[in-house]
């Protein structure tokens, strides 16, 4: 009965959860940012990962509160905690922004939480990982390479065109004109401008 009591306790604090969540989002969609705020954060502090991500968005804009990094950063990690992987996309980039460049633990988690938002389909974070890889002190082109090509896959036109500039230079493959032109004319027919004036030269 203990057990049965407790799991009723579970599914109730669950569904109320969804439910502030929800309302939040029509809240916000109403333009009630304030009562937004307030859903998502009481969903939050009950420990629901998308709702907590919500009231991180919320501080990192704003929106129905003060904009304040600190805070959005720290609902951002208990999300991304849960294996939300656009709170592990967001937080990763809170650390590496707005944290010091020689904080080795943070940007090792940064990079850790990159790479389970990549491997989730977040086109943002393979994006983010493929030219971080590629920019690095000491540059990893194939790893660089292999994200650029997701994010290129999930029809990101900017990483298409980066992979058409590492089969131009070599960078993690070997040289081939004829692809790099490929990949620039999807791009470019996606809108990229850069790739424009690359097929131009």
């Known amino acids: 009965l203990e057990e049965a009591a407790f799991q009723l306790q579970q599914?109730?604090?669950i569904d109320i959860s969804i439910a502030l969540n929800i309302l939040g989002i029509e809240s916000?969609?109403?333009?009630?940012?304030?009562?937004a705020y307030t859903c998502f954060k009481l969903a939050a502090d009950r420990g629901y990962s998308k709702a907590q991500f919500n009231v991180g968005l919320c501080y990192e804009h704003g929106r129905g509160?003060?904009?304040?990094?600190?805070?959005?950063?720290?609902?951002?990690?208990?999300?991304?905690?849960?294996?939300?992987?656009?709170?592990?996309?967001r937080y990763a980039r809170c650390l590496l922004c707005h944290r010091p460049e020689n904080e080795w633990d943070g940007h090792q988690?940064?990079?850790?939480?990159?790479?389970?938002?990549?491997?989730?389909?977040?086109?943002?974070?393979?994006?983010?990982?493929?030219?971080?890889?590629?920019?690095?002190?000491?540059?990893?082109?194939?790893?660089?390479?292999?994200?650029?090509?997701?994010?290129?896959?999930?029809?990101?036109?900017?990483?298409?065109?980066?992979?058409?500039?590492?089969y131009e230079k070599g960078l993690g493959v070997q040289p081939s004109l004829a692809e790099a032109l490929k990949h620039y004319r999807q791009s470019a027919a996606a809108g990229n401008r850069n790739a424009r004036q690359r097929l131009r030269v």
């Open 28 to 35: 916000m969609r109403a333009g009630h940012d304030r009562i």
């Open 109 to 166: 988690k940064a990079v850790t939480f990159l790479e389970q938002a990549a491997m989730a389909g977040i086109t943002e974070a393979q994006a983010y990982l493929g030219v971080f890889y590629m920019r690095g002190l000491q540059p990893k082109e194939k790893r660089g390479l292999k994200y650029l090509l997701l994010a290129a896959k999930n029809g990101d036109a900017q990483s298409r065109y980066h992979v058409g500039i590492c």
């Open 65 to 89: 509160t003060k904009k304040d990094l600190e805070k959005a950063a720290f609902y951002y990690y208990h999300a991304a905690s849960s294996c939300h992987p656009m709170a592990q996309y």
């Open 11 to 13: 599914i109730f604090r």
